[in-house]
């Protein structure tokens, strides 16, 4: 496997994605037209943590953690390092020694849809990460592979430079053209929400607010005494 390194690739406005940082997974989610969401199968190994930044990708082999090496060197402040393989690997490709090098650098986390490994060490130096798989498994330095070209995890297209955001939820993927619009749509989605829990707040209910009553009598829904349900009498 012949790969390449592509080097200063463009990326979001940093103020972008630090704007995004303010807001959760579900919402960048919703704003984004419910899409660019990853596997819920990536996970987190903290929780309570939100990041926000740039993806650097990689394309690497299964078992073999070389182009995370390569990638290093291409990162820089505000990045998040993004890995997947050629095909489906659970092997432990990341750890302590990765995460040293690239928070020197400024990284802010990785998101890998193969395996991490140190995750105790990596809670305790506070980088974040989302990995499919935590495994001890070892890997090797020996094929070559990509950094910094359009990736996919589970169908998701990942292009360096767009805004990877990820939380307790999951990770979201933001093309890096869209960061400023979804920055606005996000704050008029929590605006919007707000005035929904005060609603809430005040005792209205979602079957009234969201105009549900007709949706259930559209949809044949019915509604019955418990005696008239079971056919009972009290």
């Given at each position: 496997?012949?790969?390449?390194?592509?080097?200063?690739?463009?990326?979001?406005?940093?103020?972008?994605?630090?704007?995004?940082?303010?807001?959760?997974?579900?919402?960048?989610?919703?704003?984004?037209?419910?899409?660019?969401?990853?596997?819920?199968?990536?996970?987190?190994?903290?929780q309570?943590?939100?990041?926000?930044?740039?993806?650097?990708?990689?394309?690497?082999?299964?078992?073999?953690?070389?182009?995370?090496?390569?990638?290093v060197?291409?990162?820089?402040?505000?990045?998040i390092?993004?890995?997947?393989?050629?095909?489906?690997?659970?092997?432990?490709?990341?750890?302590?020694?990765?995460?040293?090098?690239?928070?020197?650098?400024?990284?802010?986390?990785?998101?890998?849809?193969?395996?991490?490994?140190?995750?105790?060490?990596?809670?305790?130096?506070?980088?974040?990460?989302?990995?499919?798989?935590?495994?001890?498994?070892?890997?090797?330095?020996?094929?070559?592979?990509?950094?910094?070209?359009?990736?996919?995890?589970?169908?998701?297209?990942?292009?360096?430079?767009?805004?990877?955001?990820?939380?307790?939820?999951?990770?979201?993927?933001?093309?890096?053209?869209?960061a400023r619009?979804?920055?606005?749509?996000?704050?008029?989605?929590?605006?919007?929400?707000?005035?929904?829990?005060?609603?809430?707040?005040?005792?209205?209910?979602?079957?009234?607010?969201?105009?549900?009553?007709?949706?259930?009598?559209?949809?044949g829904?019915?509604?019955?005494?418990?005696?008239?349900?079971?056919?009972?009498?009290?």
């Amino acid at each position: 496997m012949s790969g390449v390194i592509v080097t200063g690739p463009p990326r979001a406005e940093l103020k972008d994605v630090d704007a995004l940082a303010g807001f959760g997974v579900a919402t960048v989610g919703e704003a984004l037209g419910r899409t660019g969401l990853l596997s819920p199968k990536i996970r987190p190994i903290q929780q309570g943590v939100r990041v926000a930044g740039t993806a650097v990708t990689v394309l690497s082999w299964p078992g073999d953690n070389l182009m995370i090496h390569a990638a290093v060197e291409q990162c820089g402040e505000g990045d998040i390092l993004v890995v997947t393989t050629t095909s489906p690997s659970t092997d432990g490709m990341f750890g302590e020694l990765f995460a040293t090098a690239l928070q020197r650098r400024g990284v802010r986390g990785v998101i890998t849809n193969a395996g991490i490994r140190d995750t105790q060490e990596l809670r305790d130096m506070g980088f974040a990460a989302w990995s499919r798989a935590v495994s001890s498994q070892g890997t090797v330095k020996a094929t070559g592979g990509s950094v910094n070209v359009p990736i996919a995890i589970d169908g998701q297209v990942i292009r360096p430079g767009d805004v990877i955001l990820a939380d307790d939820d999951g990770v979201v993927v933001v093309p890096r053209e869209r960061a400023r619009a979804t920055v606005v749509a996000s704050e008029a989605r929590e605006a919007k929400e707000a005035r929904s829990r005060a609603a809430f707040l005040d005792g209205e209910l979602g079957l009234d607010r969201y105009g549900l009553r007709e949706t259930l009598q559209r949809l044949g829904v019915e509604y019955q005494t418990y005696d008239a349900y079971t056919g009972e009498s009290s």
